[in-house]
């Protein structure tokens, strides 16, 4: 008797998944299924163990019918490139019935190619929810899962929690490797857990909130950056909900922080708005006014960074100024500006070019140090992070008052940045370098690129660029000896 006859007495066959995620398993049993004719309510998909057991072997269990083989000749199953694109993901779904829905609908296109493309179909709905539902899972797996640092190892390790609804977490462990290729970490669930050492990818069995652990010293640090980029003026609480529940909120070392941001917001949308109103504020009468008010500035949030203003410095009287973006981290820590390795190249070209840096006042279009916390190999540092546009004009404010007190025949920017910081525009480095650009106030301005930018290139490059920086090092040289004259 073939497997065709088989079925067409009436058998009914049960297919135990080996593990709830397996896609391919699905697939593969599917297809001979519907080749050999058996019609959906003929077929029972069990999972293993309910739910969370991501480690099952595959096998049959005791008594059940052996399932029937297609002939050799058997008509390929056919199935639209939408349809296997949702079924991926809605076979990750925690519904029990999913595997029995996918299988009808793979049954239907047989007869009918376009089914999925009808939208009020029951089926072809269910399965767009279930799609929906485990995306919008994975999202939140990789925006909440939150790493702390196990204390007592002998190498770094770090451990998330994450609660999912859904079986996603094979399906986003790729994700994670990707993203913390250079870390040993473990992200433990109720329905498993993955672990990475570096090299190699390793699964274990589900675990308890209490095996993670509670916090580490990085934890203040990441609050700390948070609350300075809480923004009240785009609060909605509603939206904040939506996009981040309350459910993953245990997990965030942040989200303690937020009923306290959203009762402060209203207080902190007023400040931002006096911050508008700062060209009505009376300039600063010396450059001691402006290091005693910018350490109190909160008129953009990189001010609440926890990090200090660094003040500009050079003789009052200087014909040059020499502007770079912001402060660095050792910039932050001294408390003086150009100090870092950036710092020290540009003290190397100055001296080369024949400018002194003693004689020329160094400041920063931006005072207070914008960073993100990172975890890298080897430790914990604050990752330089571009300021944006509007906090670059916010600070222009000082930057024009120093410049007001200052008074330099030659202002050299360094930097896209600080271009703006001058300009209140964004300008092409490479397009206006080399020539001066007049200022309002009979002095003028030369754009080069910020030596940070030459200590990130090598080879001929690094060459290239070198050799550019020092030519505009040196036309700035000549012109200030022209208007001395």
Known sequence: MTAMQNVSLGSHYVVHMPAPDDFAFWRERARGLIQCDVPPDRVSWVEPGGTGDLFAQEGPSRGEKRLPVPDKDARPVRASRRFM???????????????????????????????????????VRRIEELDKSVR????????????????GEDEEHYVAWFEPDHHILRANAG????????????????????????????????????????????????????ASIFNPARLKVGAMLSEMPKKYWKNMPEAELIPDLIAGA????????????????????SLEDIARQIATCRDCP???????????????????????????????????????????????????????????????AVKHFKFVPKIVQGGKRRLHQTPQAKEIDTCRWWLESERGIV???????????????????????????????????????WVSVHPSYLLRLDGEASEEQGRLFARDLAAVQARLGELSV
């Open 85 to 123: 694109k949702l079924a991926r993901n809605a076979a990750l779904h925690s519904d029990s019935q999913r595997f029995g829905l996918l299988y009808r609908m793979l049954w239907r296109l047989q007869r009918n190619p376009r089914a999925m493309e009808d939208k009020a179909d029951p089926d």
């Open 136 to 151: 919008r899972d994975s999202h939140k797996m990789h925006a909440f899962v939150r790493f702390r640092e196990v204390a």
């Open 175 to 226: 994700f994670f490797r990707r993203r913390f290729a250079n870390m040993h970490w473990s992200i433990l669930t109720p329905r498993g857990c993955i672990h990475w050492d570096g090299e190699t990818m390793r699964e274990s069995g589900p675990a308890r909130r209490e095996d993670a652990p509670q916090g580490d010293p990085t934890e203040e640090l990441w609050k700390s950056y948070y």
């Open 266 to 285: 209203q207080a902190r949308e007023a400040g931002m708005v006096a911050a508008g109103e700062r060209e009505e504020r009376e300039r600063p009468g």
């Open 302 to 364: 990189i001010a609440e960074c926890g990090t200090r203003a660094v003040m500009g410095e050079g003789p009052a009287t200087a014909s040059l100024m020499i502007v770079g973006e912001q402060p660095g981290d050792q910039e932050d820590v001294v408390g003086r500006p150009f100090v870092g390795p950036a710092g020290q190249l540009l003290d190397e070209c100055l001296e080369r070019a024949g400018i002194e840096r003693s004689t020329a006042y160094v400041t920063n």
């Open 407 to 445: 008074k330099p025949r030659v202002v050299l920017a360094l930097g896209a940045s600080a271009a703006r910081g001058i300009l209140g525009k964004t300008v092409s480095v490479s397009k206006v370098r080399g020539a001066p650009i007049p200022l309002g106030d009979g002095s003028e301005l």
